[in-house]
């Protein structure tokens, strides 16, 4: 499984991203999660779903302005960020795993996309 992250960008305080996961064909069958690590801190975990988006989960600090949603038809995978936050400065992963459950340990996932820098100005 191959995965692409892109979409990042700068952006202000209180503004929006769509970041975007693009994989090979077999992404449809897997779990999908975005994790992200700022600058001298560990990679932590922002939101998961399963193949079918049946199960979704989001970390605490993202909940209400983070979504993520996936068309497995195009192989892809996003996540809409909103309300961003200085704080959500970071370098941001795709990374997948088989299997219908989402965790939150990125040592769980198989297979990662390089990162794409999000960086809020505040």
């Known amino acids: 499984v191959q995965l692409q992250a892109s979409g990042g960008g700068l952006v202000q305080a209180g503004g929006s991203l769509r970041l975007s996961c693009a994989g090979s064909?077999?992404?449809?069958?897997?779990?999908v999660g975005w994790f992200r690590q700022a600058p001298g801190k560990e990679r932590e975990f922002v939101v998961g779903?399963?193949?079918?988006?049946?199960?979704?989960d989001y970390a605490d600090s993202v909940k209400g302005r983070f979504t993520i949603s996936r068309d497995n038809a195009k192989n892809m995978v996003y996540l809409q960020m909103s309300s961003l936050k200085f704080e959500d400065t970071a370098a941001y992963y795709c990374?997948?795993?088989?299997?219908?459950?989402?965790?939150?340990?990125?040592?769980?996932?198989?297979?990662w996309g390089q990162g794409t820098q999000v960086t809020v100005s505040s």
């Open positions: 990374a997948a795993r088989s299997g219908t459950y989402v965790y939150t340990e990125s040592r769980k996932y198989d297979y």
């Open positions: 064909e077999r992404i449809r069958l897997y779990t």
């Open positions: 779903t399963t193949w079918n988006g049946v199960k979704t």
